[in-house]
């Protein structure tokens, strides 16, 4: 007898903002409805994206804030995977309320983020954008003179604030590689990453104070919002080099800019900014002292595809019923 049972209606899901690789979005084609979103600029005044939301069992992308007001119009969403380790971007609380599992990318993208942490720190001490640029413009016309020079990364103090997965990336290439002094400053503390690393945690205005670097990868949070203010970069004081590979919101962008034209601490190395891409008009695009990358933690063709590998794969998982590997609420959820 002739099979007369519908099959059941594909699952719709929605990329966004970051595009997938041909196998990639192939695996999501065999077994979802697929909406692509990735060449949408403004994504949240898209009047077919804001159409589309409704029928999206899931998401998956990254960069866009996808607020509560915005996730209400996706009655049917089960699911939203993150292509990045930082879930800033999503109202947790409101996805717990409606037990939409939420994934993100933590591992894949920890070594490559911890590099770029030390190609800032390597760049603002040893002012490596500002003198490559004098010899782009055609200005080395002599050697150069005491005034220019940097200051050494080897052997000198470094301290993390945040002591996960990048933070300890990060302290290792410090204490392996440059043989730097690594203390720390954590909500909690890591008894094995202390004996690994040799490293202290401190108060935070201790840490500040003792730092030759300091670099911040804690998440942004109510508790890390604005943690780096005036307060902060005078406790660093003008020696101090300060590198941010964790998000904009974490600093006082004014005070900073202020710290940075004073001299109340010598440099800064950026990778990320309270509005991102950084406005042209920035004081901070045009001080020497200042070295401006535009948010390329884990940037390199390896980890953003393996980052885009694991979100796929978290997002196939969910909508199947099933753990994904990398879920971020699962224990606030009913089925967590
Ligand atoms: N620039 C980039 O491209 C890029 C790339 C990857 C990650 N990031 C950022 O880096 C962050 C960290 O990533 P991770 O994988 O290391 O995360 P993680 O969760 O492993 O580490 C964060 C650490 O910060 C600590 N922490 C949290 N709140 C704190 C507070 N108020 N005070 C002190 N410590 C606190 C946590 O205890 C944890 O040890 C991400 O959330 C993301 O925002 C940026
Ligand atoms: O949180 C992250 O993963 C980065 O900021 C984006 O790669």
Same mark, same amino acid.
């Given at each position: ?6 099959? /059941? ?10 595009? &997938? ?12 409805? !697929? ?15 804001? @159409? ?17 007001? *915005?996730? #209400? ?5 089960? #699911? ?14 409101? &996805?717990? %309320?409606?037990?939409?599992? +939420? ?40 050697? !150069? ?12 103090? *470094? ?14 290439? $410090? ?33 500040? %104070? =003792? ?7 804690? /998440?942004?949070?109510?508790?890390? =919002? ?7 970069? %005078? ?18 962008? /004014?005070? &900073?800019? @202020? ?7 010598? $440099? #800064? ?24 990358? /535009? ?13 885009? @590998? ?22 606030? +959820?009913?089925?967590?």
């Amino acid at each position: 007898m002739a099979d007369t049972t519908t099959p /059941p209606e594909k699952k719709t899901v929605i990329v966004y903002k970051r595009p &997938l690789a041909p196998d990639l979005m192939a695996q999501l084609e065999q077994r979802f409805t !697929v909406l692509d979103f990735t060449c949408v600029t403004d994504l949240t005044e898209d009047a077919d994206f804001l @159409e589309a939301l409704p029928r999206a069992h899931g998401l998956i992308g990254a960069s866009v804030k996808l607020d509560r007001e *915005l996730l #209400a119009r996706a009655e049917r969403l089960e #699911a939203i995977s993150s292509i990045s380790v930082g879930v800033d971007n999503y109202d947790i609380a409101y &996805l717990n %309320e409606r037990d939409i599992v +939420l994934c993100h990318t933590p591992d894949v993208l920890t070594e490559t983020t911890a590099d770029t942490a030390f190609l800032l720190i390597l760049s603002a001490a040893r002012r490596g954008v500002e003198l490559a640029n004098m010899v782009r413009k055609g200005e080395w016309t002599e050697s !150069v003179k005491e005034p220019q020079f940097g200051v050494d990364v080897h052997h000198k103090t *470094l301290g993390i604030v945040g002591m996960g997965r990048i933070g300890q990336a990060i302290g290792r290439r $410090a204490k392996f590689g440059f043989g730097m002094t690594v203390n720390y400053h954590n909500r909690s503390r890591h008894e094995i990453v202390e004996q690994e690393l040799d490293a202290t945690w401190l108060e935070f205005e201790t840490l500040l %104070e =003792r730092s030759d670097i300091v670099c911040v990868t804690v /998440p942004l949070s109510d508790a890390t =919002r604005k943690m780096f203010d005036q307060k902060a970069f %005078e406790t660093m004081g003008a020696e101090c080099i300060f590198v941010n590979i964790s998000r904009g919101g974490v600093v006082d962008e /004014p005070a &900073l800019i @202020e710290a940075l034209q004073n001299g109340t601490i010598r $440099a #800064a190395g950026l990778d990320v900014f309270e509005t991102e891409p950084l406005p042209a008009d920035s004081p901070l695009t045009r001080l020497d002292n200042a070295v401006t990358l /535009p948010h390329i933690g884990s940037a390199t063709h390896e980890t953003r595809f393996a980052m885009a @590998e694991l979100a796929v794969q978290n997002l196939i998982q969910s909508l199947q019923g099933d753990r994904p590997q990398a879920p971020y609420n699962w224990d606030a +959820l009913d089925r967590g």
